[in-house]
């Protein structure tokens, strides 16, 4: 085989194209159909969806060996199943939800006081009302009432199928009101909160790591018909590889108008996904339903560096060296970038996004485009460390 033949073939093997997705293979796998014996512990398939009577899953992971059996095939239904399990009555004592909803009001009622809150990463922003980091505000409000609610058996047990131990909840509040439009469709965090252009950067191995990093879910804190716009799914997309490119085009998106599924749930049901699942929360047609649900996101405990450090302190320091670098012929402007990008935190996230909002886009800056642009455009010194220093608190909470 000649050597150009085998260099594009190992291309294509490596890194993704938006040329090369075909709507043919999505659905195909999105004609697959959901076997209720190929799930011994599921309650019922409903559009091709699993759903598990969580009174009987409780029963069943009372022993070491049936908790085990539950996170089994959890896992393998999020990953080779239809990519979704509807869990109803996950709080089997709805207290807890009233509780927390209540509290939830209030910091919205607040928002809208301050005029502060709002956005969504895939929908126009102002119609509906969302929470950032509510898991933090809830628990440092009212710590009784948010562990009354995470103290939930269900949300451990799913979480732990997808992740393992150690995994770590956030969580965003989001209500959607009468006449809400729907998201557009979409993946989810890490991969699906970029671009076309920044996911192709990544190797296709990542594009596939990037699902079991995060488990996506939602807990229903009022009852949800399908007037009211629960989330539309498509069941096995999480299967198809390039469905991070994919799902940015005309074409996928439509498909996904046509041949999406809805599923109503009732106050204390949840649902969990797959984050590489193609959806997207639907229109509110009701007259008076807000629907309020808890987004969560449940994130690996693997996802960090093993050091600490100061990178906000490191590109204080570093920025001026490589502007007299560069301005002596030291070092040229593609090597200082690089250097740049060993220095500052590469990744917009975590961070506090009532204060450091995506706007413009599906994430705030990070601190080494923030650095990066800085040096092309010649900033002085001192205007960048004050800038530098206002980014990184923004990111606090």
């Known amino acids: 085989m000649k050597s150009d033949n085998l260099t594009k073939l190992r291309n294509d093997r490596i890194y993704l194209s938006p040329e090369r ?14 076997r209720l014996e190929d799930y011994p512990l599921a309650a019922d398939v409903a559009s091709r969806v699993l759903i598990y009577d969580c009174d009987a899953v409780r029963r069943t992971a009372a022993t070491a060996e049936g908790r085990r059996s539950v996170l089994a095939e959890w896992a393998e239904a999020l990953l080779t ?32 006081a301050n005029k502060t809150g709002g956005g969504d ?7 509906n009302d969302r929470i ?7 628990c440092l409000r009212a710590p009784d009432v948010f562990a009354g609610y995470y103290g939930n058996e269900i949300l451990a047990m799913v979480s732990e199928a997808w992740l393992g131990p150690a995994y770590q909840f956030t969580s965003q509040v989001n209500v959607v009101n009468p006449g809400g439009e729907a998201q557009s469709a979409h993946r989810d965090y890490h991969l699906g909160f970029m671009t076309p252009a920044q996911m192709a950067q990544y190797p296709a191995h990542v594009h596939r790591l990037s699902p079991v990093l995060t488990l996506q879910g ?10 009211s716009g629960p989330t539309l799914y498509l069941p096995y997309s999480q299967a198809y590889e390039p469905g991070y490119l994919a799902i940015t085009t005309p074409e996928f998106r439509t498909y996904f108008e046509e041949h999406h599924v809805q599923l109503p749930l009732e106050k204390g049901d949840a649902a969990f996904f797959n984050p590489a699942l193609f959806h997207a929360a639907g229109t509110n047609r009701s007259k008076d339903i807000k629907r309020m649900a808890n987004l969560l996101q449940v994130s690996s405990a693997f996802g960090r560096a093993m050091e600490s450090m100061d990178r906000t302190r490191m590109s204080a320091v570093l920025y001026p060296a490589l502007q007299a670098m560069h301005a002596s012929g030291q070092i040229n402007e593609v090597r200082a970038l690089d250097a740049i990008a060993a220095c500052a935190e590469g990744y917009p996230f975590p961070t506090n996004l009532d204060r450091d909002p995506p706007i413009g886009g599906l994430a705030p800056q990070s601190q080494q485009a923030f650095m990066r642009d800085a040096f092309l455009a010649g900033q002085p010194t001192e205007a960048f460390r004050g800038a530098l220093q206002a980014q990184a608190e923004k990111r606090l909470t």
Not at 22 to 33: D, F, G, K, R, V
Not at 92 to 111: G, L, Y
Not at 121 to 127: L, R
Not at 132 to 138: F, Q, T
């Open 121 to 127: 990463h895939f929908a126009k922003p102002g119609a």
């Open 21 to 34: 997705v075909w709507l043919e293979e999505l659905s195909a796998l999105a004609a697959t159909e959901t």
């Open 132 to 138: 950032w980091n509510a898991l933090e505000k809830l």
């Open 81 to 112: 199943g239809p990519g979704i399990i509807v869990l109803r009555r996950a709080f089997a004592d709805t207290a807890p939800i009233d509780a927390a909803s209540d509290v939830f009001r209030a910091i919205i009622a607040e928002q809208h």
């Open 218 to 227: 939602a807990v229903a804190h009022c009852d949800m018909p399908v007037e």
